[in-house]
């Protein structure tokens, strides 16, 4: 027999679709720690390039730790009731885990390792296990059992790293953001129990929508931080004014571009699918490329506005052209998500951004900004020209009436 007092923690089916004030809340650590991954990456961008593709490796590894803890408590609100008072003192708990993580992150390769280890393992550990207590007798409390058991063996990776030497400290992180990842694409098998995979979980999808637009809106407003905080601590002169509002202005067109009937139709394409788990899934890992080059966008604009027509570095053109060349491809499989199709202007962008980068390492950072904002216009106005007269589309994705083989957790023993 269910535990009624393990049912009351999962949502109605008639619940709210929007993000809560306590989500939102959770939210604003985010946006401080997505400051602090720009700024590890702003500090090594002058650096050659083998010194350059370690320190974005190590971000990248702090990042995706981030992005791990923001994804599964975001899956959690989407299939827990956010309003009970143990889904609040979880998303509490996970803001200060990832508020640790992000004070700690500009050191976390040095001296802080430790402290971000152990927020995020708090999290990681301790959210699952706090949601099964209270889930009592309930059927689906062998899921986060799960993910408390492969939170806890990738636990011996992250450990090993924090007080390895810093040589060793990158490949045993790997290691464990490995098995964090393998748990994930497996659904966190287990003996006697299987597999739980997240594409199979019963979320309010809707719910899932609002919150992968949101987290892609804090990416956009910490490229409005760079811009604002970097040409406020620098000579007003018109180069470096020039720089901003070329910045503002290609930040914009990320908005428009990700917006355009794809990113309004997110909620509804998860609304209709049969399957709302595998296609939200599907959109989380696009989400996750999606914010990547957005952040990697807003690098670019420092580097721009603080030397508008120095050096361009190889280097440079990684954050200024390859930003937006990663959210260009990430935007393009996002459509295919939700119509089943890809606009030509998506690829037409991204193509023109390839070809140009070579002739771009001639010229200085400005004119590589402002040729990047070009091509961004000109791909919002394809969409604008293609949409025109036309009537509203619908989503058509092929993940929309899929199933899923690891099945629904209504049905997990």
Same mark, same amino acid.
């Given at each position: 027999m269910t535990d009624w007092r393990g049912a009351q923690l999962l949502r109605p089916e008639v619940s709210a679709t929007r993000a809560t004030f306590l989500e939102l809340f959770f939210d604003l650590v985010f946006v401080f720690a997505l400051t602090r991954v720009s700024v590890r990456l702003i500090d090594a961008a002058g650096d050659s390039g083998g010194e350059l593709a370690v320190e974005v490796a190590r971000t990248g590894v702090l990042f995706l730790a981030l992005w791990l803890l923001w994804s599964i408590t975001t899956w959690v609100t989407s299939?827990?009731? &956010?309003?009970?008072?143990?889904?609040?003192?979880?998303?509490?708990?996970?803001?200060?885990?990832?508020?640790?993580?992000? #004070? %700690? /992150?500009?050191? *976390?390769?040095?001296?802080? !390792?430790?402290?971000?280890? /152990?927020?995020? /393992?708090?999290?990681?550990?301790?959210?699952?296990?706090?949601?099964?207590?209270?889930?009592?007798?309930?059927?689906?409390?062998t899921v986060p059992l799960r993910l408390a058991a492969w939170a806890a063996a990738g636990a011996v990776p992250w450990l090993a790293g924090a007080y390895a030497p810093d040589e060793l400290r990158l490949p045993l992180w790997v290691l464990a953001l490995t098995v964090d990842g393998i748990g994930l694409l497996l659904g966190w098998p287990l003996p006697r129990l299987g597999p739980a995979r997240a594409s199979g979980w019963l979320i309010a999808g809707e719910h899932l929508a609002d919150r992968y637009q949101q987290i892609f809106l804090i990416s956009l407003g910490e490229t409005i931080l760079v811009i604002g905080v970097t040409y406020s601590g620098m000579a007003f002169t018109a180069d470096r004014a020039g720089a901003f509002a070329i910045a503002f202005v290609t930040t914009a067109l990320l908005w428009r571009i990700y917006f355009h009937r794809a990113g309004h139709l997110l909620a509804e394409a998860l609304r209709v699918a049969r399957s709302a788990g595998r296609l939200g899934s599907s959109v989380g890992a696009?989400?996750?490329?999606? #914010?990547?080059?957005? /952040?990697?966008?807003?690098?670019?604009?420092?580097? #721009?506005? *603080?030397? &508008?027509? =120095?050096?361009?570095? &190889?280097?440079?053109?990684?954050?200024? #052209? =390859? =930003? &937006? %060349?990663?959210?260009? !491809?990430?935007? !393009?499989?996002?459509?295919?998500?939700?119509?089943?199709?890809?606009s030509w202007s998506r690829w037409g962008g991204l193509a023109a951004l390839l070809l140009l980068a070579p002739a771009l390492t001639l010229s200085s950072p400005m004119v590589a900004l402002a040729a990047v904002a070009a091509v961004l216009a000109a791909v919002a106005t394809a969409d604008a020209w293609r949409s025109r007269g036309r009537p509203p589309e619908v989503p058509a994705s092929p993940l929309l009436h899929g199933g899923d083989a690891g099945g629904d957790f209504h049905r997990a023993p």
């Open positions: 299939r827990y009731e &956010p309003e009970h008072g143990v889904i609040q003192f979880v998303v509490v708990g996970s803001m200060f885990a990832a508020l640790v993580m992000a #004070v %700690a /992150l500009p050191g *976390a390769f040095e001296d802080r !390792a430790l402290p971000f280890v /152990l927020g995020y /393992l708090a999290a990681m550990i301790g959210r699952p296990l706090v949601v099964a207590a209270a889930l009592h007798r309930h059927p689906r409390r696009t989400h996750l490329a999606i #914010v990547v080059g957005v /952040l990697g966008t807003g690098v670019g604009y420092e580097l #721009v506005i *603080a030397h &508008p027509y =120095g050096r361009t570095d &190889p280097g440079w053109l990684v954050f200024v #052209v =390859g =930003g &937006p %060349a990663i959210f260009l !491809a990430a935007r !393009a499989r996002f459509e295919y998500e939700i119509f089943g199709r890809v």
